[in-house]
Nanobody, 117 residues
Framework: QVQLVESGGGLVQAGESLRLSCAAS????????MGWYRQAPGKRRELVSLITKGGSTNYADAVKGRFTISRDNARNTVYLQMNSLKPEDTAVYYC???????????WGQGTQVTVSS
C-alpha cells in the first residue's frame, strides 16, 4: 500500500509558474514508475508526464518544453515544475504511483491548478 499527498496547486496568471509536489509513504521500497495526470471538467483524465525509478521521463505533447518532472528517491517525492502556464492547463492534477509486482495504481487526492488570462 502507498499513500500519496500532493501540494503546490493554486491560482496564477498566464505565463507564471507553479511547482507541484507529491510525497509518498507506505511501501515506498516498491515504487517504480510515478507520474502526473490532470483532469479538466467534462474531460477524461489525461497523462501529463511519467518518470521511472531510474529517472527516464516522457511528456504529453501539450506540455512538452514547458513542464519538467523530477524525482527524489531518497525523499520519496516527485515534483512537477510547470512554467509558462496557459489557461488550458487549468485542471485538477493527480499524482500516480505504481508498485513492483502489482497491477494496482495509487492516486493522490488531487490539487487544483487554475490559470487565468
Amino acid at each position: 500500500q502507498v499513500q500519496l499527498v500532493e501540494s503546490g496547486g493554486g491560482l496564477v496568471q498566464a505565463g507564471e509558474s507553479l511547482r507541484l509536489s507529491c510525497a509518498a509513504s507506505g511501501s515506498i521500497f516498491r515504487l517504480t514508475v510515478m507520474g502526473w495526470y490532470r483532469q479538466a471538467p467534462g474531460k477524461r483524465r489525461e497523462l501529463v508526464s511519467l518518470i521511472t525509478k531510474g529517472g527516464s521521463t516522457n511528456y504529453a505533447d501539450a506540455v512538452k518544453g514547458r513542464f519538467t518532472i523530477s524525482r527524489d528517491n531518497a525523499r520519496n517525492t516527485v515534483y512537477l515544475q510547470m512554467n509558462s502556464l496557459k489557461p488550458e492547463d487549468t485542471a485538477v492534477y493527480y499524482c500516480n504511483a505504481n508498485l513492483a509486482g502489482s497491477l494496482s495504481e495509487y492516486w493522490g487526492q488531487g490539487t487544483q491548478v487554475t490559470v487565468s488570462s
